[in-house]
C-alpha cells in the first residue's frame, strides 16, 4: 500500500514538473524545434504551405522566391508574427549561382541547413510538335537542374538527420493524357537522382525523398480549371489534393520520426495512380 502511494505521488510529480515547465515554454512539443530549413519557391502554392507548416512545428524557414516578391515579404511577415523566425531570398531556380547562394546566406544567417525542400517548378503543357528546345531547356533548368544544385551545395553542409526531400509528381509515374512528355520527363529525372542520392548521404545519416504529388489546388492547377474535372475523374478520392496535404506529409517526412524512409517516392495524389 505504501509503495503504490509513492509511486501514486512520484506520478503527480512528474505531472507537476511537466505542466510547470510547459507554462515556462521549456518543453519541445514541436518535431522541428532547433532545425533550419531552405525551401525552394516558397512564396506561393505548396511551396508557401510547407514553408508555413515547417515553422508552425518550431523550424526557422528560408525560403526563395523568383518574382513574388510581395507573397513572399507578406508570408516572412506572418511567420515572423508567430514567433518564428524566416527569411525570404531572392533566386532564379534557372540560374546555379543564385541558388547556391541560396545556401550559403541560409547557413550565414541560422548557422546551418538540416532540411531542404526542392519544391520550386513549371509546368509546360504542350503535344510534342510544339514543343521547343528552349522549353525543354527552361524545364530541365528549373524542374531539374536546380534541384542537382541545391541538393550538392546543402548536403555540404548537412550532419546526421539532415532531409533532402523534392517536390516531384505522379505524372513521373503514369501519364493518363497528352501534352505532358517534357513536365513528366523532368520530373521522373528526379526519381533517379534522388535514389542515387540516397546512396551517397545514407552512410552519413541523410536521408533524401522525392514526394509525388496528384492534382493540388494552386495557381499552377486550379481545381476550377480547364482538365480539371477530367482529373478528378482519375482519382479514387475525387477531389483535389490541399497544398496542406502536401504540406503535412512533407513535414512529417521532414522530422526525426521519418528517419529509416529513403531513397524513396512516395505518392500523395488521392489514389490517381492507384
Ligand atoms: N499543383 C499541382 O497539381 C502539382 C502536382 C504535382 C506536382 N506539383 C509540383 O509542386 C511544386 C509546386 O507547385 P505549385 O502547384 O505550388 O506551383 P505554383 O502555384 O505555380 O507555385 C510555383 C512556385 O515555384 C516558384 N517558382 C517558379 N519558377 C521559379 C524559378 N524559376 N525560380 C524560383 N522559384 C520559382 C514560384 O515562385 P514565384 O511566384 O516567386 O515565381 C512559386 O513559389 C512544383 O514542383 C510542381 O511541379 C504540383
Redesign the pocket.
Known sequence: MLIITKVIEFDLFVYYILCRSLHKGEVNMNKLTGKIALV?????????AIVKRLAAEGASVAF?????QKK?ELLVAEIQGSGKKSLAIA????QPLAIKAAVEKTVATFGKIDILIN?????IVKPIADLTLEDFEQTID??VKAVFVASQASAQHMEEGGRIIT?G??LAEHVPMGGMSLYSLSKSALTGFTKGLARDLGPKGITVNVVH????N????PDNGDHSDGLRDLMAIPRYGD?EDIAAFVTWLASEESRFITGAGLTIDGGTNA
Open positions: 525552394t519557391g516558397g512564396s506561393r502554392g505548396i511551396g508557401a526563395t522566391y523568383n518574382s513574388s513572399a533566386a532564379n531556380n534557372a519544391n520550386a517548378g513549371i509546368f528549373v524542374n517536390i509528381s505522379n504529388p496528384g492534382a493540388t494552386t495557381d499552377m492547377n497544398p
